[in-house]
């Protein structure tokens, strides 16, 4: 400090110096140089992109021409679109019964898999592989399998005499509705088990030790110690879930592209299709921005349904 | 006599300084090893045969169905054609006359290894830029303290809850308007936007875990902040970036939807987007290749994870548990 008002006396030069060694020091002034690359990218490519679209959504843009302001028109015509809420209802779908299978099942993968086994480190590594490879990779590879004359399940199942005609897994709405349902668990069931393992590992053991001595039984252990403690964790993994399966994309471009007769188009297809091959930019931004509401809806669903437990652990925030 | 003092008191706080990054590492060490022998405590009450109905059968029924289609991705890349569509000559589950023709097909008749190439450029480029600006960002919102850091944090996770697929017609028309539509700048300057936030949350959290004391010995020693940002927390937060870097490349390998968008003529297409796009032709599916395709793509992936499973383990559930 001392050597700061020294420098400051000794003229223009040293006047500088003391300039930038005092907005060296100050927090604010540093603070606002270290976030500014990531400032400039978020705020130029994400925020105004968020608004530009809900712009977009009320102008009648098209690729190649700009589009003029027309209110709510799109979303006038999307409200009498049936095609519209068939993909808000199957969107819904999807989205409900894919949480709830993926939640259900991570769960009880998490569970075996924080017993004693061995090469413990090596099946956690494998059993996270389906998270991490491509999707729309994986989903070719689904494709194949659902594939409607040569699919191994099928073929399988023949074999073993309990069909006896192939399944038409992507042709039919109601199957082709399970089937990428199917694939999204497959590829969801990893994140959610490993992230609830990691939750289970902090679980002191101690607390099982004094519930077997008070005779507890494997169900009331796991129902009054393993899920209150677990809830925390549970309602941020679900958040996440339910976000990405709402906004999915990949799966149902590459398995079905919204067929057979739209009954797998989510909203995210459809917004891609109205827009990108279709042209109509304004429509599709529209669709988009539609989601937004719904997306946020369900985030504090799952958020604050599940965190209501957190306080009562003794938790901060 | 002063500068002597100086030095004096220069040495003992790097000594301090030292110190207390040895003992904050054997802190470290010492909550995992006891984390580590914590495991199975209560093991002994299972029997055996009671373990292999409740665990073992049902874990095995769930590697089977989490391996099968990569398991099925891989032996249809060595299928011949005849072999691949028929069930009734030959055991659909194994490969009797395995082959390369597939695989040659992909790399010598199509531009796979252009796609490759492509997606490699794109996903080193944007994670290194992400990871610049992450670091810096959560350096300033952890360290810095400065007025809003709360605020900055807390609209950093929200703009990870952005998904992309309600951006990409408005990016699309930025893209344009920028005029770096259909080229490789197209992905690396739109991927930051979700990867960004996600490694800095993760930094924020790596950073936190730092001892500040250290920060404080360097200000006393008269390092500027700058330094202290490349000297000391970065060395010590190797394995946060390893972390960071690698879930990053992998979240830009993936990426579908920005691609296909963006991306309009076959010399600029990520692997993704070039299998789903220039693979299928028609009605007619080569079903060979396609699998040889999703195989290649998801290789360098799962390689790379491989050698850092716990880095990115650690990075996917310390994301959530922040």
Same mark, same amino acid.
């Given at each position: 400090?001392?050597?700061?008002?020294?420098?400051?006396?000794?003229?223009?030069?040293?006047?500088?110096?003391?300039?930038?060694?005092?907005?060296?020091?100050?927090?604010?002034?540093?603070?606002?140089?270290?976030?500014?690359?990531?400032?400039?990218?978020?705020?130029?490519?994400?925020?105004?992109?968020?608004?530009?679209?809900? %712009?977009?959504?009320?102008?009648?843009?098209?690729?190649?021409?700009?589009?003029?302001?027309?209110?709510?028109?799109?979303?006038?015509?999307?409200?009498?679109?049936?095609?519209?809420?068939?993909?808000?209802?199957?969107?819904?779908?999807?989205?409900?019964?894919?949480?709830?299978?993926?939640?259900?099942?991570?769960? %009880?993968? &998490?569970?075996?898999?924080?017993?004693?086994? !061995?090469?413990?480190?090596?099946?956690?590594?494998?059993?996270?592989?389906?998270?991490?490879? !491509?999707?729309?990779?994986?989903?070719?590879?689904?494709?194949?399998?659902?594939?409607?004359?040569?699919?191994?399940?099928?073929?399988?199942?023949?074999?073993?005499?309990?069909?006896?005609?192939?399944?038409?897994?992507?042709?039919? !709405?109601?199957?082709?509705?399970?089937?990428?349902?199917?694939?999204?668990?497959?590829?969801?069931?990893?994140?959610?088990?490993?992230?609830?393992?990691?939750?289970?590992?902090?679980?002191?053991?101690?607390?099982?030790?004094? &519930?077997?001595?008070?005779? &507890?039984?494997?169900?009331?252990?796991?129902?009054?110690?393993?899920?209150?403690?677990?809830?925390?964790?549970?309602?941020?993994?679900?958040?996440?879930?339910?976000?990405?399966?709402?906004?999915?994309?990949?799966?149902?471009?590459?398995?079905?592209?919204?067929? !057979?007769?739209?009954?797998?188009?989510?909203?995210?297809?459809?917004?891609?299709?109205?827009?990108?091959?279709?042209?109509?930019?304004?429509?599709?931004?529209?669709?988009?921005?539609?989601?937004?509401?719904?997306?946020?809806?369900?985030?504090?669903?799952?958020?604050?349904?599940?965190?209501?437990?957190? %306080?009562?652990?003794?938790?901060?925030? | 006599?002063?500068?002597?003092?100086?030095?004096?008191? *220069?040495?003992?706080?790097?000594?301090?300084?030292?110190?207390?990054?040895?003992?904050?590492?054997?802190?470290?060490?010492?909550?995992?090893?006891?984390?580590?022998?914590?495991?199975?405590?209560?093991?002994?009450?299972?029997?055996?045969?009671?373990?292999?109905?409740?665990? /073992?059968?049902?874990?095995?029924?769930?590697?089977?169905?989490? +391996?099968?289609? =990569?398991?099925?991705?891989?032996?249809?890349?060595?299928?011949?054609?005849?072999?691949?569509?028929?069930?009734?000559?030959?055991?659909?589950?194994?490969?009797?006359?395995?082959?390369?023709?597939?695989?040659?097909?992909?790399?010598?008749?199509?531009?796979?290894?252009?796609? +490759?190439?492509?997606?490699?450029?794109?996903?080193?480029?944007?994670?290194?830029?992400?990871?610049? $600006?992450?670091? $810096?960002?959560? /350096?300033?919102?952890?360290?810095?303290?400065?007025? @809003?850091?709360?605020?900055? @944090?807390?609209?950093?996770?929200?703009?990870? +809850?952005?998904?992309?697929?309600?951006?990409?017609?408005?990016?699309?028309?930025?893209?344009?308007?920028?005029?770096?539509?259909?080229?490789?700048?197209?992905?690396?300057?739109?991927?930051?936007?979700? +990867?960004?936030?996600? $490694? *800095?949350?993760?930094?924020?959290? /790596?950073?936190?875990?730092?001892?500040?004391?250290?920060?404080? $010995?360097?200000?006393?020693?008269?390092?500027?902040?700058?330094?202290?940002?490349?000297?000391?927390?970065?060395?010590?937060?190797?394995?946060?970036?390893?972390?960071?870097?690698?879930?990053? =490349?992998?979240?830009?390998?993936?990426? =579908?939807?920005?691609?296909?968008?963006?991306?309009?003529?076959?010399?600029?297409?990520?692997?993704?987007?070039?299998?789903?796009?220039?693979?299928?032709?028609?009605?007619?599916?080569?079903?060979?290749?396609?699998?040889?395709?999703?195989?290649?793509?998801?290789?360098?992936?799962?390689?790379?994870?491989?050698?850092?499973?716990?880095?990115?383990?650690?990075?996917?559930?310390?994301?959530?548990?922040?």
């Amino acid at each position: 400090m001392a050597l700061q008002t020294a420098t400051q006396g000794t003229g223009a030069q040293g006047d500088s110096v003391g300039l930038a060694a005092r907005l060296g020091q100050n927090r604010t002034f540093l603070g606002v140089l270290f976030m500014l690359p990531a400032a400039m990218v978020l705020i130029l490519l994400l925020a105004y992109p968020l608004g530009l679209g809900v %712009w977009l959504g009320l102008t009648d843009t098209r690729i190649g021409r700009a589009g003029i302001f027309i209110g709510l028109e799109n979303y006038e015509f999307l409200f009498d679109d049936s095609v519209f809420w068939l993909s808000v209802f199957n969107t819904f779908l999807y989205t409900v019964v894919a949480s709830i299978v993926k939640f259900g099942l991570g769960l %009880w993968l &998490a569970l075996l898999l924080n017993n004693h086994l !061995p090469f413990k480190a090596f099946l956690r590594a494998i059993v996270l592989l389906p998270w991490i490879v !491509p999707t729309v990779l994986s989903a070719i590879a689904f494709w194949w399998i659902y594939d409607s004359q040569f699919s191994i399940i099928s073929w399988t199942l023949i074999q073993l005499g309990v069909i006896d005609h192939y399944i038409n897994f992507l042709g039919d !709405p109601d199957m082709a509705r399970a089937s990428v349902i199917a694939a999204n668990v497959w590829r969801g069931i990893p994140f959610v088990a490993i992230t609830l393992l990691a939750g289970l590992q902090t679980i002191p053991q101690s607390l099982y030790e004094a &519930a077997v001595i008070d005779g &507890a039984s494997p169900w009331q252990r796991f129902r009054f110690i393993t899920f209150p403690m677990l809830t925390p964790i549970i309602a941020v993994v679900m958040t996440f879930s339910v976000l990405f399966t709402f906004t999915d994309f990949q799966l149902i471009y590459v398995l079905t592209r919204g067929g !057979p007769l739209n009954a797998t188009h989510l909203m995210a297809t459809l917004s891609f299709q109205r827009a990108i091959p279709g042209g109509q930019l304004g429509e599709g931004a529209a669709i988009a921005v539609a989601m937004i509401p719904f997306l946020l809806a369900a985030i504090m669903f799952s958020y604050f349904g599940l965190q209501r437990r957190r %306080w009562q652990q003794g938790g901060g925030d | 006599m002063a500068d002597n003092q100086m030095t004096d008191r *220069t040495e003992q706080s790097r000594d301090t300084g030292a110190d207390v990054t040895k003992g904050w590492l054997a802190r470290r060490r010492q909550a995992r090893e006891e984390e580590r022998s914590a495991r199975g405590g209560m093991d002994y009450l299972a029997s055996i045969p009671r373990k292999v109905v409740t665990v /073992y059968i049902p874990l095995a029924i769930f590697l089977f169905i989490l +391996l099968f289609p =990569f398991y099925w991705m891989t032996i249809t890349t060595f299928k011949s054609n005849e072999e691949l569509y028929n069930y009734e000559d030959f055991s659909p589950f194994w490969v009797s006359n395995p082959t390369l023709a597939n695989v040659y097909k992909l790399f010598f008749e199509t531009s796979y290894p252009t796609w +490759l190439w492509n997606t490699m450029v794109v996903s080193v480029a944007a994670t290194f830029l992400s990871l610049f $600006c992450a670091v $810096c960002a959560a /350096y300033a919102i952890e360290r810095l303290r400065f007025k @809003g850091a709360r605020t900055a @944090g807390l609209t950093i996770f929200l703009a990870y +809850l952005v998904p992309p697929s309600i951006l990409f017609i408005p990016l699309a028309t930025l893209v344009y308007a920028y005029g770096v539509f259909d080229s490789n700048w197209a992905l690396i300057l739109t991927y930051p936007t979700f +990867l960004i936030p996600f $490694c *800095t949350w993760l930094l924020m959290g /790596y950073f936190r875990s730092i001892p500040y004391e250290l920060e404080e $010995c360097a200000l006393i020693d008269g390092a500027t902040r700058l330094q202290i940002l490349i000297k000391i927390m970065l060395p010590l937060a190797v394995p946060g970036l390893i972390s960071a870097g690698i879930f990053a =490349f992998t979240l830009s390998w993936n990426e =579908f939807i920005y691609a296909l968008t963006f991306i309009s003529s076959s010399e600029h297409k990520t692997v993704p987007v070039g299998v789903v796009t220039e693979l299928v032709e028609g009605d007619v599916y080569h079903w060979g290749s396609l699998m040889a395709g999703a195989l290649m793509g998801s290789l360098p992936v799962a390689i790379l994870y491989s050698f850092f499973v716990e880095h990115y383990v650690s990075s996917m559930t310390g994301a959530v548990k922040e």
